[in-house]
């Protein structure tokens, strides 16, 4: 089935960030050494993972309220 507005992309062979197909040269390391190249992965990987550890923190403090509020309930 065709899918009008769908984009395929593959992740660059550099710096691992999703290019579209039809982009000649990757827009995220064009231009960049192959050690930059690696510097821009891994500081998108860090980020990533700060992110996640931020939304995870969030999640435990959410279902703490949650066991919170289902103690108070039970037990009122």
């Not at 995220?28 to 992110?51: E, P, T």
């Not at 919170?68 to 309930?73: E, G």
Request: proline share 4%.
């Amino acid at each position: 089935m065709f899918r009008l507005g769908l984009i395929r992309s593959k992740p660059c062979t550099r710096c691992g960030l999703e290019v579209n197909d039809l982009e000649p040269e990757c827009p995220h390391c064009k231009g960049f050494s192959d050690l930059q190249a690696v510097y821009l992965k891994q500081a998108y990987k860090d980020d990533l993972i700060k992110r996640n550890n931020s939304l995870a923190n969030l999640f435990c403090k959410l279902a703490a309220v949650a066991v919170i509020i289902t103690l108070v309930v039970f037990f009122a």
